[in-house]
């Protein structure tokens, strides 16, 4: 529930600048972006980082996402491929991370990039979030803002549901438009290849670069709660997939369902339905019972969907 002591900050200068102080200091900041609301720390500094983690409830082996506000950032601190470019100058700022090689030297806490010699790095699509990136003068390390393990925030007070008086701050933007996390190319081998899928379907990035983006993730390296198999889980058993409604269960359709409880998108819009993802997710959850998903189509964004679908859906 809502946590009285929980400070939302406005994303106007004052905001912008409170929010940058309280970073600056080593505290955290749940921050918006056109995906979901991240958690962020000063990337710089490892107590700092320890905290997200701790936060989070989160195991320490996952790396986080460190967040620019420009190529030239980036530039600074990865060695960014010819593919990197491409892929840069077309979609950022907007839900794409890159893991490119880390420059040596680069100022990262390690425990960013759980000791890896990668780094995952993206700009995101939020004028506040930006500005605060420029005034704080210093790259953030962001995971999604929820509990680990829970469903992804995509407004302020999910945030504040779930994590509470365990943030300093939480600049308010209103709902993320796009709704699921940004989608992970990794850049650190001789193939493209989709580490998550997310908010950037993976047929307009091959369209992009004109070579297929490999699909398979290594199953040897599980480096993301992205990859754990129960994520993104409501306290409710989730069943996909579903043509009808059992007794008690609370129905989310997509398109025309006539007994849905809810609707992703009854114009069966894909970005709409990611969009409305978590939200729907996070009401579902607090009228209980169990969840039930009518079928979505594997295509575009859908496969962001069913991935997060899968794992809110996972034995536990
Ligand atoms: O949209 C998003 O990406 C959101 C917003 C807040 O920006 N962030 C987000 O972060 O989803 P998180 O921590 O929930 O997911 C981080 C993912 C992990 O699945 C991890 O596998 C991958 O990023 N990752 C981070 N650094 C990596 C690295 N060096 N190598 C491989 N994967 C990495
Ligand atoms: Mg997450």
Redesign the pocket.
Known sequence: MNDLSTLFLSPDREGIARAAEILGSGGLVAVP?E????LAADATNDLAVAKVFEAKGRPQF????V?LPDLKAAESLADIPAMGHALASAFWPG?L?L?LPQKSGAPISPLV?AG?D???I?I?ANTATCALLRRLGRPIA???ANPSGRISPTTAQHVADGLGDRVDGILDCGHCSVGV??T?I?LTGDQAAL??P??LPVEVIERCIGVPVRRKIAQDKV?????MSSHYAPRARVRLNAETKQPGEILIGFGQIPDADLNLSVASDLTEAAANLFATLHKADRMGGPIAFAPIPETGLGLAINDRLKRAAAPR
């Open positions: 972006t995906t979901v609301y991240g996952n790396p986080l996402i967040h839900p991370t893991v990039s890896l990668s780094i995952a993206r995101p962001a995971p999604s996390e940004s992970i990794g580490l998550r997310g908010g480096t993301a709660p992205g990859q």
